[in-house]
């Protein structure tokens, strides 16, 4: 009764090992399966991982503020006078507007995000820009030049052209030039977008002058961008203020509701999986009757044998996890995790060909762990105990 | 070194199956000591074989194995006398098929943590005894009944236990080999090891080193006969 | 938020722990009623062969009830990153009025679940299994403890928005100053740090008397004055330790004065200091409460020898990792003292 711990450990694990051998075929169905559900939670999580980081990543170019006009509760066009107001702010750095708003394309249905802008944040006009591949952006005053994506460019068919047209509200057309093109880096959110002047941007979607969609403020130090935006609230009247911190946050909400979403549709999977894991390991063939017996009656305890079916379910589920692990892991990180974008940027007909490399985070790892590994043990717990009592006497 | 009294065992008690296998057996062996244990089928060798031998618990009656009281006893208490106090010879042999020769006689010390290294020594030690260390690492199904039932015999003797009881050892082999397993037995005696065989099989009987027959009917030891002091 | 992901592994657990114990409970009720260890029935035989199940099923319950108490941490500390307000897990914690209670649920859980495992591990040290009616009574009551923390945690979970505002660490566990709803109350810290190494050098002490006595006594007498004050203060300094750590120490392992949090030192920018700390209290302290627990225990028949041999491990585990715990804990300070508080 007072064995040495270790040694009987590695013994029975020993035993363990030894058989799952012996019964390879027989356990390769459940791993299988097991891996693949694990492949699918893993996907889904690095993938909302993966995303999270580009955005937050993509939002350290955003605005540290942005300020918007509410009427009636809704977002309504803010006049550009406001600039002034907010300029004597003391810690405000610069104040640009801008215009933006959805642009649908009825040829093939997808939405399009149009921003028109005359300086673009931290960057003096006309000077090349990080967010580009190539090309260079519309400087102010320039009138028909855009950059898009390389997707758009593909969604709108342009092949080698440079120029593509676009319907005002009146239904004329206005016709732009591509001067540049955004990188893959930050598709996540450029992917549908349309970058192109402010005054372009005010013909396109016919804004009357003195008006624009919201202000995006610069400040000089991050630390005061909270007492900042207290300022602003006190200075202008029914104004939204956003910072860069919430809108992030915002994208962290939307990427964790779907992949938990996600998760439940696979929940359905990995139940199903546990029935018939339980299935399996509840049955006992004749063979296993016998062995347990003949193991029985030779001094093994019931304990003994329990420890024995806890190492061979526990030895297949690690194989499967890391197996599912690592498969996931190179899903989403070579291949982009190709089978869940549609879930994840599912709200535009554009699927960006994002970059994804997933941080190797452990408390990913455990989520995954405890949402699989951990319900399956627990599943094998009422069979490893059935056949941890065969009796001794049985095999006499 | 073994007293029962007024031993019963009740099989499935309280339900509809019950069967009463042993009726108040009293016997008592000493160190030593070779005793052949004979009776007709279903009338409780095995049974008995297996209170002594410490598998199953008696339903009534008492009993002292080796200085240790077994009634009343939770089973790990009985599996631990039986890993400390008992070496089992069965009729089918009850080797596993996938292990090989050593593996299966080193089985019993697994779950005592004892090192692998230490394992193949003793494991080593007996089948060289035993003559068939050439069989080492050979898969079971390529022994003969002879050979395997010499490996069980070194598997019952691995924990070195002062008692070794055998449930008809003979019944598969031939009457040369069932000679010379019972020797092999009867020299176990011979190192001071108490042994209690049952058997029908009259090679066992009337073997030269059983010192006493018990006979069992129905469940009970019969008097007049039992106890035969040759 | 029952959607995220980490909700969702919480539920999953949480169901898993639902079932481990209602089949250990199943067992508990039959055993209750029917247990006749002098019988040789089929009953019987039955019932010996089920507390093996539930033994086993506890055990994996305590398994999952470490793991998911360990994944409300985690999860808290993701949770922060999606409400706003909350820059650490503590934040997240009390977004509502069921975070914490929740916490404190999963913490004592872990303690309650492995009480059971110390009564089973006795039990079948004894012949006469003379403590089986006890533990599963015992076992009853962790069903009631299970359907309060599952109960609180999926109140946690509906309860937290994305849009609720909380605050965050250092307003929650501000320490000294006069506002109200501190952990310190009025108390000074010196005279806290005082108290809690006085407590733990008075620990010290009794372990090393206890473990005197219960080598040279006779097993059968037991120090029951002894042991219960032992227990006492070993539960009051686990506490009173969570506080200290919380308030005086966390902002030394920060290097920030105002950065209150007992769950951020378990990251890996602060090498994951938190997990040895952590463990090395909860395991002292379940060892020490073991060993003042099981003292009654030493008169039941057949428990004698085990008990003394249980306890006195206790000791040794205690006197071990209590001074590690007081070692990492201390750390922290004293090397910003020596480095000359910069
Ligand atoms: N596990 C069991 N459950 C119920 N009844 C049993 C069990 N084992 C044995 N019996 C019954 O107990 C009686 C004694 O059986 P036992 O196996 O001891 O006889 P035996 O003398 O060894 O017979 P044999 O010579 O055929 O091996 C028989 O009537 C048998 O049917
Ligand atoms: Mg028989």
Redesign the pocket.
């Known amino acids: 009764m007072d064995a040495p711990y270790i040694g009987r450990l590695l013994n029975i694990l020993d035993y363990a090992l030894s058989s799952l051998r012996r019964k390879l075929l027989k356990n390769f169905g459940v791993f299988t399966v097991f891996s693949v559900v694990i492949f699918l939670f893993s996907s889904f999580q690095l993938t909302s991982r993966a995303l999270t980081e580009i955005a937050r990543q993509t939002l350290t170019t955003a605005p540290d503020i942005t300020v918007q006009q509410m009427s009636a509760g809704r977002q309504s066009s803010i006049p550009l006078a406001a600039k002034e107001q907010l300029a004597a702010i003391f810690g405000i750095k610069k104040i640009d507007a801008r215009i933006w708003g959805y642009y649908f394309d009825e040829s093939n249905g997808a939405n399009y995000t149009v921003i028109g802008m005359d300086t673009m944040p931290d960057h003096a006009p006309g000077s090349p820009w990080p967010g580009l591949s190539e090309g260079r952006l519309p400087t102010a005053g320039e009138t028909g030049k855009a950059v898009i994506s390389a997707e758009m460019r593909r969604q709108l068919q342009l092949g080698e052209r440079k120029f593509f047209s676009l319907f005002r509200p009146d239904l004329s057309l206005a016709s732009f030039e591509t001067v540049g093109i955004f990188s893959k880096d930050s598709d996540l959110v450029t992917a549908d977008l349309i970058l192109m002047t402010m005054g372009d941007a005010r013909n396109l979607f016919a804004i009357p002058d003195g008006l624009a969609t919201d202000l995006l403020v610069q400040v000089g130090n991050p630390l005061e961008i909270d007492t900042i935006t207290g300022k602003i609230r006190d200075k202008l009247a029914g104004v939204r203020v956003i910072t860069r911190a919430q809108i992030q946050k915002t994208y962290e909400v939307v990427f964790s509701w779907r992949s938990g979403l996600g998760t439940i549709c696979l929940l359905t999977a990995l139940v199903s999986f546990v029935i018939l894991a339980w299935d399996k390991a509840s049955g006992l063939s004749q063979s296993e009757l016998r062995e347990v017996g003949i193991l029985k009656i030779l001094g093994w305890q019931t304990g003994d044998i329990m420890l024995l079916r806890f190492f061979e379910s526990a030895t297949v589920a690690l194989f499967a996890f890391l197996t599912g692990w690592l498969l996931a892991w190179v899903h989403v990180g070579y291949f982009a995790g190709a089978l869940f974008r549609p879930i994840f940027l599912g709200w535009s007909v554009l699927r960006p060909d994002l970059a994804m490399v997933p941080p190797l985070v452990f408390s990913d790892v455990l989520l995954v762990f405890s949402i699989s590994v951990l319900p399956y043990l627990c599943a094998t717990a009422v069979p490893a105990w059935r056949a941890a009592v065969v009796r001794a006497?049985?095999v006499? | 070194m073994l007293v029962l009294a007024e031993i019963f065992k009740v099989?499935?008690q309280g339900e509809a199956?019950e069967?009463i296998?042993l009726r108040g057996v009293s016997l008592s062996i000493t160190r030593g000591e070779m005793v052949c244990i004979q009776?007709?089928?279903?009338?409780?060798?095995?049974?008995?074989l297996s209170i002594i031998g410490c598998i199953l618990p008696p339903t009534r009656g008492r009993a002292t194995i080796g200085g240790k009281k077994i009634t009343r006893l939770p089973d790990h208490f009985l599996t631990d006398y039986r890993r400390q106090l008992i070496g089992f010879v069965f009729q089918d042999f009850n080797m596993l098929d996938h292990l090989s020769v050593l593996d299966n006689v080193t089985l019993p010390l697994m779950p005592l943590g004892i090192s692998p290294k230490v394992r193949a020594k003793r494991g080593d030690a007996l089948l060289e005894r035993l003559a068939i260390s050439h069989r080492r690492d050979f898969p079971l199904r390529q022994l003969s009944g002879g050979e395997l039932q010499r490996a069980a015999i070194a598997r019952a003797l691995i924990n070195d236990p002062p008692i070794i009881i055998a449930?008809?050892p003979t019944a598969h082999l031939d009457s040369k080999l069932s000679g010379e397993v019972m020797d092999i037995l009867a020299n176990l005696k011979n190192e001071g090891r108490t042994l209690v065989v049952?058997s029908?099989d009259p090679i066992v009987a009337g073997h030269g080193g059983i010192d006493r027959t018990v006979l069992?009917r129905d469940?009970n030891i019969v008097p007049s006969q039992g106890s035969v002091v040759k | 938020m029952l959607l995220n992901s980490w909700a969702i592994a919480l539920l999953v657990s949480a169901a898993a722990a639902f079932f481990l114990l209602g089949g250990a409970i199943r067992t508990a009720i039959r055993v209750l009623f029917s247990w006749a260890p002098e019988q040789d029935t089929a009953v019987q035989i039955a019932l010996e062969n089920e507390t093996w199940l539930a033994a086993l099923l506890v055990r994996y319950g305590m398994v999952l009830q470490l793991a998911s108490l360990l994944l409300l941490v985690l999860a808290a500390d993701s949770f922060s990153h999606i409400l706003i307000g909350a820059m650490c897990a503590t934040g997240a914690f009390v977004a509502n009025d069921y975070g914490m209670p929740a916490l404190i649920f999963k913490l004592f859980g872990v303690f309650f679940y492995g009480f059971w495992l110390v009564l089973h591990r006795l039990d079948i040290r004894s012949e006469f299994l003379p403590l089986t009616r006890i533990k599963f009574a015992y076992l009853l009551l962790l069903g009631p403890l299970l359907c309060a923390d599952i109960t609180l945690l999926v109140l946690y979970l509906i309860n937290l928005k994305p849009d609720i505002i909380t605050s965050c660490c250092g307003v929650v566990f501000a320490a000294g100053g006069a506002e109200d709803g501190n952990l310190l109350g009025p108390l000074p810290t010196p005279f806290v740090m005082l108290l809690f190494y006085s407590t733990a050098a008075a620990l010290v002490l009794l372990a090393l008397f206890l473990q005197r006595s219960n080598r040279t006594a006779d097993p059968m007498g037991g120090m029951p004055v002894a042991n219960f004050f032992f227990g006492t203060i070993c539960l009051f300094f686990f506490i009173l330790s969570l506080v200290v750590i919380t308030v005086v120490i966390s902002p030394y392992i920060y290097a920030l004065p105002s950065h209150r949090c007992p769950f951020d030192f378990l990251r890996v920018e602060y090498y994951c200091v938190g997990y040895p700390i952590y463990l090395t209290l909860m395991l002292a302290t379940f060892a020490g409460i073991s060993c003042a627990a099981t003292s009654f225990l030493q008169k039941l028949p057949g428990l004698a020898i085990p008990v003394c041999r249980f306890r006195q491990n206790c000791l040794r585990v205690f006197l071990l990792l209590l001074p590690v715990f007081l070692a990492l804990v201390s750390w922290f300070p004293i090397n910003y003292v020596v480095k000359g508080g910069e």
């Open positions: 006497d049985s006499l | 099989y499935n199956n069967v296998a009776g007709p089928s279903g009338s409780g060798k095995t049974t008995l449930d008809e049952a029908h069992v469940g």
